[in-house]
T-cell receptor, first 113, second 116 residues
Framework: GNSVTQMEGPVTLSEEAFLTINCTYT??????LFWYVQYPGEGLQLLLK?????DKGSNKGFEATYRKETTSFHLEKGSVQVSDSAVYFC????????????FGTGTQLKVEL | GAVVSQHPSWVICKSGTSVKIECRSL??????MFWYRQFPKQSLMLMAT?????????EQGVEKDKFLINHASLTLSTLTVTSAHPEDSSFYIC????????????FGEGSRLTVL
């Protein structure tokens, strides 16, 4: 079956540091890949997505590239801000779509001044 | 973005009682809603998918009689945990997709259930 593996948190960074949160997946076919973010007290929000190999999703300075050869979708940001503190979830939906998502365990990011 | 709201955000109940959690789409019609369960430091696990006016489709291993899901209108789905026990304590999250958008999922804030 499908699975998503994320690096464990929490991750603590200083403001303006470079961020990488690793995500690898196991799936049959050609899944779509997503990063969701959950700010304190709020629901998960779609941050970015990629639907095919070599696609790069980007939003709010965050980027992730769909790497089929390494089955990875690592999240990166060049300079984090305190406001980026949240929990980040990597997820995939299988080829059949239908919005059924398989999530990783989530990685908590804390950015300090 | 579209808003999905859950209520209550947290609930404490005694073992053996039933608890209902509501999931509402506030500004769009949710044709499909999903219910997830999240244990500490674990993934969100899909429990069931519900389409408005139809019976919910449960994932393997989820007890239908334990977790009753109703999606009677295009803006409301409910999850009822029947005869709750301490092992049912968890964080329950709903998401919805529908008529408003390109199929993007919108998530509620989650409901934390503690069964004593």
């Amino acid at each position: 079956g499908n699975s998503v593996t994320q690096m464990e948190g929490p991750v603590t960074l200083s403001e303006e540091a470079f961020l990488t949160i690793n995500c690898t997946y196991t799936a049959t076919g050609y899944p779509s890949l997503f990063w969701y973010v959950q700010y304190p007290g709020e629901g998960l929000q779609l941050l970015l997505k990629a639907t095919k190999a070599d696609d790069k999703g980007s939003n709010k300075g965050f980027e992730a590239t769909y790497r089929k050869e390494t089955t990875s979708f690592h999240l990166e940001k060049g300079s984090v801000q305190v406001s980026d503190s949240a929990v980040y979830f990597c997820a995939l939906s299988d080829t059949g779509g239908g919005n059924k998502l398989t999530f990783g365990t989530g990685t908590q990011l804390k950015v300090e001044l | 973005g579209a808003v999905v709201s859950q209520h209550p955000s947290w609930v404490i109940c005694k073992s053996g009682t039933s608890v209902k959690i509501e999931c509402r789409s506030l500004d769009f019609q949710a044709t499909t809603m999903f219910w997830y369960r999240q244990f500490p430091k674990q993934s969100l696990m899909l429990m069931a998918t519900s389409n408005e006016g139809s019976k919910a489709t449960y994932e393997q291993g989820v007890e239908k009689d334990k977790f009753l899901i109703n999606h009677a209108s295009l803006t409301l789905s409910t999850l009822t945990v029947t005869s709750a026990h301490p092992e049912d304590s968890s964080f329950y999250i709903c998401s919805a997709t529908g008529t408003r958008n390109t199929g993007e999922l919108f998530f509620g804030e989650g409901s934390r259930l503690t069964v004593l």
